[in-house]
Antibody, heavy 116, light 107 residues
C-alpha cells in the first residue's frame, strides 16, 4: 500500500521559516519524482515544487522561487520543503504527492498558517 | 504561463443524470490534461490523465475527452458520492496549473 504522510506544519509569523516533511512507503521512492501542492483555505489547488528521483532537478512556481527549497533523503524515504521568508499568502494546506506531471498518490496534507 | 478556466463554477444535477464539466486552456496542451475529484477535508483523487485515460479504480461512469485547449469531464449517472469539487490540470509545460474547480452537487 502506498502511503505518504506529511508533518511539520504549524503557525509561523510573517518572515519566519518552516520545514515540512513527507515520509513515504509502499513504492520505490528513490526513482520517483515527487511534488508539493498547496491549497489555501477555501481555495483551489496550486502546484508548488517538483524534484526528480535523484534530487538533481527541481522546479518551482514563480511565487516561491528563492524562498522555498524542495529536497529529499532517499535513504530515509523522505521528502522535504524548506520554506523561508514566509508570507501571509503562503497560508495553506501543503500536500506531498508522487509524480512529476500528474499525481495519483497524495498525503493527507499539513496546515501552514502564516500570521502575526 | 498557461491559464486554466473551468465552467460552470457550480453544477447541480439530479441523481442518475449526466454531469458535463468543461475545462479550457489558454494555450495548446495537446492531451496533457488530468482531472481530479476532491471531497471536503480530503486530498484530491486522480480520475483521468492523458485527457481520457481513467486512473486505476475509477468507475467507468467517469470519462474524459478533448485535446488542444478544450476538454470535458462527463459523469454518466451521477451518484451521491460524486458530490465534490472537480479540478482540471495541465501538465504540458514545466509549470503545471490547475483550473479553479467546478463544484458538483445533487439537485
Amino acid at each position: 500500500e502506498v502511503l505518504l504522510v506529511e508533518s511539520g506544519g504549524g503557525l509561523v509569523q510573517p518572515g519566519g521559516s518552516l520545514r515540512l516533511s513527507c515520509g513515504v512507503s509502499g513504492f520505490t521512492f528513490s526513482t520517483s519524482w515527487m511534488t508539493w501542492v498547496r491549497q489555501a483555505p477555501g481555495r483551489g489547488l496550486q502546484w508548488v515544487a517538483t524534484i526528480k528521483g535523484d534530487g538533481v532537478q527541481q522546479d518551482y512556481v514563480d511565487s516561491v522561487k528563492g524562498r522555498f527549497t524542495i529536497s529529499r533523503d532517499n535513504a530515509k524515504n523522505s521528502l522535504f520543503l524548506q520554506m523561508n521568508s514566509l508570507r501571509v499568502e503562503d497560508t495553506a494546506v501543503y500536500f506531498c504527492a508522487r509524480g512529476a506531471e500528474y499525481w495519483g498518490d497524495w498525503g493527507q496534507g499539513t496546515l501552514v498558517t502564516v500570521s502575526s | 504561463e498557461i491559464v486554466m478556466t473551468q465552467s460552470p463554477a457550480t453544477l447541480s444535477v439530479s441523481p442518475g443524470e449526466r454531469a458535463t464539466l468543461s475545462c479550457r486552456a489558454s494555450r495548446w496542451v495537446t492531451a496533457n490534461l488530468a482531472w481530479y475529484q476532491q471531497k471536503p477535508g480530503q486530498a484530491p483523487r486522480l480520475l483521468i490523465y492523458g485527457a481520457s485515460t481513467r486512473a486505476a479504480g475509477v468507475p467507468a461512469r467517469f470519462s474524459g475527452s478533448g485535446s488542444g485547449t478544450e476538454f470535458t469531464l462527463t459523469i454518466s449517472g451521477l451518484q451521491s458520492e460524486d458530490v465534490a469539487v472537480y479540478y482540471c490540470q495541465q501538465y504540458n509545460d514545466w509549470s503545471p496549473a490547475f483550473g479553479p474547480g467546478t463544484k458538483v452537487d445533487i439537485k
